[in-house]
């Protein structure tokens, strides 16, 4: 079987743990690489946390550490959401296997000269660790296949302030070098696919409990702050699980329903810092423009607009029941 290959940058949380097991457990997908960025979690905790979603898939993948910090913000962190360990304060034992000393942008850059044009690159967190990237080795990023973004918010509201998305906000920066980069193929899932009838229902944890595995018992367990978050804070009906959701995109294109390609700007300052403006009427493409802002756009981002919440649901249940 030729498989996929996948490098995961992540600041592993517990919905970030989740997305991560599905692609370890997904047979025709090999995840060549993980890198650690800060965000939900210190990189320190971040690797802790990857590094025991690995083992326990019963893999070897190498874990990286990348930035502590983002590019110009200050350092912000999730605890309040998915708990001090990120993990639902679980109190998982430490992984055996310790994070690679190596730096992340010289593996990753090697892995694509090997893999050229073959790599799929999934963001779970802010875009500290891809922004840098970028900056450093822009002729190799352009050789990644495809990308898809865990962020940002499409045409809707933002979870860390009114207009903006949690990772998107961490590092505003860096997510613009990103947006704005010109790699051809970037899709953005934004937070709010995973609201709603995508939130894990009670029935369905239940559903998943009964397949009475070790994967199936982590998937909820460790995501059991985040759903007091998801219920009590946000006010949806069961658990959202954003990373979750966008792994599954990249895992399976069955699970979109609709999607269409837009300019998105990143704002930068100001009350709506790390909002995600989509044009979605593509005005921007009108010449001149009445507004400078939006003169000489094109379209860079791939958004997705509704997804298959079903078929999203199947796709994380096959990955938890062996």
């Excluded at 910090?69 to 605890?79: I, S, T």
């Excluded at 352009?142 to 949690?166: D, L, R």
């Excluded at 994967?215 to 702050?225: L, R, V």
Aim: proline residues 6%; hydrophobic residues 35%; negative net charge.
């Amino acid at each position: 079987m030729t498989k996929r290959k996948f490098f995961i940058d992540t600041d592993t949380a517990s919905d970030d743990a989740v997305a991560l097991l599905m692609a370890l457990e997904t047979p025709d997908v090999e995840v060549l690489g993980v890198s650690i960025v800060s965000g939900n979690m210190p990189i320190e905790q971040g690797s802790i946390n990857a590094r025991y979603t690995i083992e326990l898939c019963k893999k070897d993948t190498p874990v990286y550490v990348g930035h502590d910090k983002p590019m110009v913000k200050k350092r912000e962190h999730a605890d309040w959401f998915h708990g001090p360990d990120g993990m639902g304060n679980m109190n998982y034992p430490n992984p055996k296997v310790k994070d690679n000393s190596s730096d992340y942008k010289e593996i990753l850059n090697d892995l694509i000269n090997q893999y050229p044009n073959e790599i799929t690159l999934v963001t779970l967190g802010p875009l500290t660790n891809i922004g840098q990237f970028v900056l450093d080795y822009p002729e190799s990023y352009q050789k990644i296949k495809e990308i898809f973004i865990m962020g940002g918010a499409s045409t809707t509201v933002g979870n860390v302030t009114p207009a903006a998305e949690y990772n998107i906000w961490c590092d505003p920066e860096a997510a613009e070098i990103v947006f704005q980069s010109g790699h051809p193929d970037i899709t953005m899932i934004g937070w709010e696919l995973c609201r709603g009838g995508a939130n894990l229902t009670e029935s369905e944890m239940d559903f998943v409990y009964s397949f009475e595995t070790t994967k199936g018992d982590f998937a909820i367990d460790c995501n059991k702050h985040a759903l007091d978050s998801s219920q009590n804070w946000l006010g949806d009906p069961g658990l959202g699980l954003p990373d979750p959701v966008a792994m599954a995109v990249a895992l399976n294109k069955k699970v979109i329903n609709k999607a269409s390609r837009h300019h998105v700007k990143i704002v930068l300052d100001g009350p709506a810092r790390g909002m995600t403006i989509v044009d979605e009427l593509n005005v921007g493409e009108s010449e001149p423009h009445i507004d400078e802002n939006w003169s000489h756009t094109s379209k860079n981002i791939n958004v997705i607009w509704e997804i298959d919440d079903q078929e999203w649901k199947e796709t994380l249940y096959q990955t938890l029941k062996n």
